[in-house]
């Protein structure tokens, strides 16, 4: 008793439609994922122009220079302290006002010492700018 097993071979054209859905599944995913990193990349591109179109403009005026005499007492702490930008770091107001002088950070003032100090603090800006068109200002 030979019994012989046949074994049914799929068609030829069995064969391409199944590999037609394994390469059109391939191309599906391959689309998905390439519309993806598009959209990503339009989207980390728009973010850079709207951030550029949109960035925040500075409404401080730029700071005005006036020169003044060092008086006893003062260093560059206390002039950066009372003339430079109040939102800015106390540390950068002094390094403002050392490299504006050509002096270093630590540099220790002599009273009757000639200084350009930026003026970026509104409140003093608007005192020396009224003092200015008065006729009143008196070096400091």
Known sequence: MNETKTVALPRPAARRRAAYFTSARLRQINAVLGLAILLFAVGVAGRQIWRGVVAPVSTAPAAIFAPM??????????LAQRYGDPNAYILDRVDVLARTNR???DAVLIPGQQVVVPVANPAERSRLQREVA?????QQ
């Open 103 to 105: 002096l270093p950070k």
């Open 69 to 78: 005499t060092v008086q006893p007492g003062e260093s560059l702490w206390s």
């Open 134 to 138: 008065s006729g009143a200002f008196v």
